[in-house]
């Protein structure tokens, strides 16, 4: 098996961009041993404090969060960085070369009952024209991400990533401490009757979308034997997806503050969409493609439908129209 670093000399990834993206899972590798050590490592339960989005805060979200932060900015080729627990964007190098956004742990809920979590990361390349530290660093569509991937936690810790060409799986080898390739090209098939969504907030949605899921769990024979995957947490959701095909759907809703469904556009959105399309996936807001959507709020938000081909388009043609 090709290590990391082989594959992506070998994919013409230039050397600062490696030695970046080599840094950020440098500390993967302790979130997934703090997250291995779980109760052990006296690291699972709340804080008392709630982030920007209004979430409770997990003691393990707080220790991701300033382990990637530290370590990023410790970095010469990082000019800022922004993550979801962060109110704006953190400062670094004025010179450096690139920018990053992660979502430190995604799924958080999740930490206590040892069930699915990942780190979600992005990087772009930095702007000249606004202050090296400014929040609008990061105002740059989906389309120009540099590279894309998340790090899900599990019985074993994969990475999942792309730098504009495939989408590759790798494995920590823990024996040796480095990803390993384990599967080249992540393919998504264009037809599935899998699906995740959150089925307790179907009294919010708005008519076309609840007939939707009326058809698809009910009436439609067309979706016979369709089924309900759910694990609480985008990273896991949207893997099973590019391992399996079926589509995920965070929809807006009626609820105040959900006009535009509960997904980051730059923390999860965006970096899943690049996955996803280079997976051979769709990604859509509102039926328009989430790369193409340039973002005007570091937090901003984006209803999601992603996955195989098929389903993305007949949710986006019934629902939608």
């Given at each position: 098996?090709?290590?990391?670093?082989?594959?992506?000399?070998?994919?013409?990834v230039?050397?600062?961009?490696?030695?970046?993206?080599?840094?950020?899972?440098?500390?993967?590798?302790?979130?997934?041993?703090r997250?291995?050590?779980?109760?052990?490592?006296?690291?699972?339960?709340?804080?008392?404090?709630?982030?920007?989005?209004?979430?409770?805060?997990?003691?393990?979200?707080?220790?991701?969060?300033?382990?990637?932060?530290?370590?990023?900015?410790?970095?010469?080729?990082?000019?800022?960085v922004?993550?979801?627990?962060?109110?704006?964007?953190?400062?670094?190098?004025?010179?450096?070369?690139?920018?990053?956004?992660?979502?430190p742990?995604?799924?958080?809920?999740?930490?206590?009952?040892?069930?699915?979590?990942?780190?979600?990361?992005?990087?772009?390349?930095?702007?000249?024209?606004?202050?090296?530290?400014?929040?609008?660093?990061?105002?740059?569509?989906?389309?120009?991400?540099?590279?894309?991937?998340?790090v899900?936690?599990g019985?074993?810790?994969?990475?999942?990533?792309?730098t504009?060409?495939?989408?590759?799986?790798?494995?920590?080898?823990?024996?040796?401490?480095?990803?390993?390739?384990?599967?080249?090209?992540?393919?998504?098939?264009?037809?599935?009757?899998?699906?995740?969504?959150?089925?307790?907030?179907?009294?919010?949605?708005?008519?076309?979308?609840?007939?939707?899921?009326?058809?698809?769990?009910?009436?439609?024979?067309?979706?016979?034997?369709?089924?309900?995957?759910?694990?609480?947490a985008?990273?896991?959701?949207?893997?099973?997806?590019?391992?399996?095909?079926?589509?995920?759907?965070?929809?807006?809703?009626?609820?105040?503050?959900?006009?535009?469904?509960?997904i980051?556009?730059?923390?999860?959105?965006?970096?899943?969409?690049?996955?996803?399309?280079?997976?051979?996936?769709?990604?859509?807001?509102?039926?328009?493609?989430?790369?193409?959507?340039?973002?005007?709020?570091?937090?901003?938000?984006?209803?999601?439908?992603?996955?195989?081909?098929?389903?993305?388009?007949?949710?986006?043609?019934?629902?939608?129209?």
């Amino acid at each position: 098996m090709k290590r990391l670093n082989t594959v992506l000399k070998e994919d013409g990834v230039r050397t600062d961009l490696i030695l970046l993206i080599r840094t950020i899972l440098a500390t993967s590798k302790e979130i997934a041993f703090r997250v291995g050590q779980g109760e052990l490592a006296g690291v699972l339960g709340s804080t008392m404090n709630e982030n920007i989005q209004g979430e409770v805060q997990k003691k393990l979200d707080i220790i991701a969060n300033q382990l990637l932060k530290d370590i990023l900015l410790d970095d010469s080729s990082v000019r800022t960085v922004a993550s979801e627990e962060e109110d704006h964007a953190v400062g670094g190098h004025p010179e450096g070369t690139f920018i990053v956004a992660f979502d430190p742990l995604d799924g958080s809920s999740n930490i206590d009952v040892n069930g699915q979590i990942g780190t979600i990361f992005t990087i772009y390349l930095a702007r000249d024209d606004v202050p090296f530290d400014s929040d609008e660093q990061f105002n740059q569509p989906g389309v120009s991400q540099v590279c894309a991937g998340y790090v899900l936690y599990g019985p074993s810790s994969l990475l999942v990533m792309t730098t504009g060409g495939p989408t590759r799986c790798y494995t920590l080898d823990s024996t040796h401490g480095g990803y390993l390739l384990t599967n080249p090209q992540l393919q998504i098939p264009s037809q599935s009757r899998e699906f995740a969504v959150n089925m307790a907030n179907y009294r919010y949605w708005d008519e076309p979308t609840q007939v939707y899921f009326d058809k698809l769990l009910y009436t439609s024979e067309s979706f016979e034997k369709s089924s309900i995957r759910w694990n609480a947490a985008m990273v896991g959701d949207v893997h099973r997806i590019l391992c399996r095909g079926g589509l995920f759907l965070y929809p807006q809703d009626k609820r105040v503050g959900n006009d535009n469904g509960k997904i980051r556009l730059l923390y999860e959105a965006n970096p899943l969409a690049m996955l996803v399309e280079n997976a051979g996936g769709k990604a859509t807001s509102r039926g328009a493609r989430i790369l193409d959507i340039t973002p005007d709020d570091l937090h901003q938000r984006v209803p999601v439908t992603l996955g195989s081909i098929e389903p993305v388009d007949y949710f986006n043609n019934s629902a939608l129209s």
